[in-house]
């Protein structure tokens, strides 16, 4: 099993200007959750995906957040514009089918840095 | 112990050495626990779980502690070897969502 893949890992960008990061869940997971970890915030829930549908964004942390979920297989996290305070490394998760088993299996992660 | 702003709590051992993680969770309607490995560049690795019916866990060289009374949860580590070098989370769920909510973490350091 390929684990979950991110890509791209690392994102450089200038203040303003459109990102999409994308991710790609273990096969056969049902749940998918992006979340945001910086140095000040820890580890932060943006929004999950059950079955393909958002279930909670109340993480999201403002319009310029979206994420879609178009299929069992992927899912994008936009930010436009992007601002400094963006900057972190964001993991997608995904989650077996099973609503006990609450463990997730994390990707690598994507380092964005907006300038 | 769990760390809150810019500074993760430190703990430092000595290759061989048993080493204790420990953590408070807030939600007393939590009922299930998480310890997660995080290395340097990577994504958040599961460790072990523990539910709330249950004190106590074992895994391979890990064991996972739970005392509701006070709300603390520890993560032990026997025989630490520079492997184990990394930051750990404890994460706690509960019934009214499936979602995890992460503490702070922290940064274990082996000593060779």
């Known amino acids: 099993d390929a684990g979950v893949i991110q890509s791209p890992r690392h994102e450089v960008t200038e203040m303003g200007q459109e990102v999409t990061l994308r991710c790609k869940p273990i096969s056969g997971h049902n749940s998918l959750f992006w979340y945001r970890q910086t140095m000040m915030r820890g580890l932060e829930l943006l929004i999950y995906?059950?079955?393909?549908?958002?279930?909670?964004d109340s993480g999201m942390p403002e319009d310029r957040f979206s994420a879609k979920m178009p299929n069992a297989s992927f899912s994008t996290l936009k930010i436009q514009p992007s601002e400094p305070r963006d900057s972190a490394v964001y993991f997608c998760?995904?989650?077996?089918?099973?609503?006990?088993?609450?463990?997730?299996?994390f990707g690598s992660g994507t380092q964005l840095s907006v300038l | 112990g769990e760390s809150v702003g810019l500074h993760l709590p430190t703990l430092s051992v000595q290759e061989g050495d048993n080493s204790i993680i420990n953590c408070a969770y807030s939600n007393s309607a939590s009922d299930y626990f998480i310890w997660y490995k995080q290395e340097s560049g990577k994504g958040p690795q599961f460790i072990i779980d523990i539910r709330s019916n249950m004190d106590k866990r074992q895994g391979q060289r890990v064991t996972v502690l739970l005392n509701k009374t006070v709300k603390h949860l520890s993560l032990q580590i026997a025989a630490t070897q520079p492997g184990d070098s990394a930051v750990y989370f404890c994460?706690?769920?509960?019934?009214?969502?499936?979602?995890?909510?992460f503490g702070g973490g922290t940064r274990l350091m082996v000593k060779p």
């Open positions: 998760a995904s989650r077996p089918r099973g609503a006990t088993n609450e463990k997730l299996f």
């Open positions: 994460a706690e769920a509960g019934n009214a969502g499936n979602m995890l909510t």
């Open positions: 995906f059950n079955n393909n549908v958002p279930i909670d």
